[in-house]
């Protein structure tokens, strides 16, 4: 099996943000922190931010998963590495759907750590949402622990 990671292609970069960013609100509404009306300009307005000249914002690593020549999916990371911490931030991991459960997310967060190795990078970090409950499982049996947990609790209307 050729596996590896690779600076993200233009073609890929728009398969990722058409994704990512509809993926992205509808997570947030689900976890009940946008609503639905509000969410995909919200989830734009959040890309549009953090990644402000797209495919080549400096400091944002945009990488392709491939698996045997074939794009798989897609991870992206953040470092800065004139901060003393030396610590990257996973923003966006995702392997596409049909090639899911085969031990390529494994795969993926195995080769991000060597890369990080590499670049002098001692800590990754990521955000997770609770109610991604196969993505939380991956990432604890990939060595990443909860560093703070925030929690919600919805009140039920009740009509007299």
Known sequence: MTFEL???TAVHYE???SHSINHFANQKVKAGTWLQEDALNKSKETYEH???QGLNTNLHYLLSIVNEGQTIGWLWYFFDDSKLQKEAFI???YIY???QGRGF???SLSALDMLARDKGIKKISLHVFAHNKRAKQ???KMGFEATDISMSKVLETTIL
């Open 97 to 99: 759907e049909e090639h």
């Open 91 to 93: 923003y966006d991991f």
């Open 15 to 17: 398969k990722f943000t």
């Open 50 to 52: 953090l990644l402000p």
């Open 138 to 140: 991956l990432y604890e």
């Open 6 to 8: 690779i600076p993200m």
């Open 105 to 107: 997310g494994k795969s």
